[in-house]
Structure formats: C-alpha cells, structure tokens
C-alpha cells in the first residue's frame, strides 16, 4: 500500500530549527518529484518547497527561500526539510506529497497526513 | 505569482441538489503548446488530507465518482457536485501547477442544509 508518514514536528522557538522526514513506501520513490505543502491552524493550503524526482532540482515559496532546505535520501525513500531561522509565521501542520509522475507535473495524487510545528517562545 | 481566488469561502447546499465552486488565477494558466489547463481540484474532510479530485481542469482521478466535474480554461474555472451527498461535506481547493510556486486557493467549505 502506497504511504507517507512525516515526522520531526515540535515545538521551536523562534530562530530556532527543525528538520522534518516523511518517509514513503509503496512506491518507487526515486521516480517521482516531491513536495511539502503546510497548513496554518484553521487556514488553507499553502505549498512550501518541491524537489523534483531525477536531477534534485529544488524550487521554494518566497516565504520560506533562505531559511528551509529540501532534499531527499533515495536510499532510505525519505525526504526531509530543513528548517531554520524559524518565525512564528512558520506554524503549521507540515504534510509531504507526492507528484501524480515521474515527470514533475506538481500536482499530487498522494499525501501523508502531517506533523505539527509550533513555534513560539 | 500566480494568485488562485476561491468562490464562495463556504456554502450550504441540500442532498441531492447542485453545487458549484468557482476558481479564478490571477493570469491564464492554459499552455498554448499542448493546450491544457494546469489546475487541479482537492477534497479534504476533518481531520484527512487533501484528496485529489480533478486535474488538468477536467480529468477526474480515478475513483472519483462522476458526480465531480470540472470545468473551465484560462482563467476562471469551476467544480461542479451534481447531486450532492453527506460524504460530500468537505473543504475544496483549487491549485494551479502551472509554475513555481504553485498556488491553492482559499477552499470552499460545503455543508449540508
């Protein structure tokens, strides 16, 4: 069965750092692109940061270029995010996704069901 | 950036009647070379992530019933539950994948009345 569990949520203060998994299985994940997609309390959707399938190409939101890193360990079929100099904005249920093909077309048809990261002081 | 903007932010629709979700990008997203349209539409119930419904602004997902309907191009678009049922109740959102950075819009929360 197809599956992504995340990982690595807390509570951070703010300028401080996290580094979030999501683990997959069911699938053969070197093949498709990824992405993180978060989820203020109450509020919508907003996508995070993307990393494609084959060449490691890596694409973020303005909010978070800078201060959060994605990447990902074939081996181990998980992918990570990196999160650093961490705002009070930055609070959210973090869910990673997964794209529908291998050929990057950002949409996605597989997601895991989130780790929350709070932060405040 | 692509700006996605959701219509109604919620309504009340009774079983078995219609409702319809508008969509609007804020610049076209049809791709003249192959003529789609890069949006997507997703489901997500309490406490669920988001389940995808539509794409390339008609195709439905596999094992979505055919109740769900999309439609539209360039930039206004729009979700269609013919005949509304009790598991319909959710929050809907559109996304384009048209560029970097994707965008969703706000949802559109349906109930029941």
């Known amino acids: 069965e197809v599956h992504l569990a995340e990982s690595g949520g807390g509570l951070a203060q703010p300028g401080g750092s996290l580094r979030l998994s999501c683990a997959a299985s069911?699938?053969?994940?070197?093949?498709?692109?990824m992405s993180w997609v978060r989820q203020a309390p109450g509020k919508g959707l907003e996508w995070v940061s993307a990393i494609s399938g084959s060449d490691d190409s890596t694409y973020y939101a303005d909010s978070v270029r800078g201060r959060f890193t994605i990447s990902r360990d074939n081996s181990k079929n998980t992918l990570y995010l990196q999160m650093d100099s961490l705002r009070a904005e930055d609070t959210a249920v973090y869910s990673c996704?997964?794209?529908?093909?291998?050929?990057?077309?950002?949409?996605?048809?597989?997601w895991g069901r989130g780790t929350l990261v709070t932060v405040s002081s | 950036d692509i700006v996605m903007t959701q219509s109604p932010d919620s309504l009340a629709v009774s079983l078995g009647e219609r409702a319809t979700i508008n969509c609007k990008s804020s610049q076209s997203v049809l791709y003249r070379t192959n003529n789609k349209n890069y949006l997507a539409w997703y489901q997500q119930k309490p406490g669920q992530p988001p389940k995808l419904l539509i794409y390339?602004?008609?195709t439905r997902e596999s094992g979505v019933p055919d109740r769900f309907s999309g439609s539209g191009s360039g930039t206004d678009f729009t979700l269609t539950i013919s005949s509304l049922q009790a598991e319909d109740v959710a929050v809907y959102y559109c996304?384009?994948?048209?560029?970097?950075?994707?965008?969703f819009g706000g949802g559109t929360k349906v109930e029941i009345k």
């Open positions: 069911g699938f053969t994940f070197s093949s498709y692109a």
């Open positions: 390339w602004a008609s």
């Open positions: 996704a997964k794209d529908v093909s291998g050929t990057s077309n950002w949409y996605f048809d597989l």
């Open positions: 996304q384009h994948y048209y560029s970097t950075p994707l965008t």
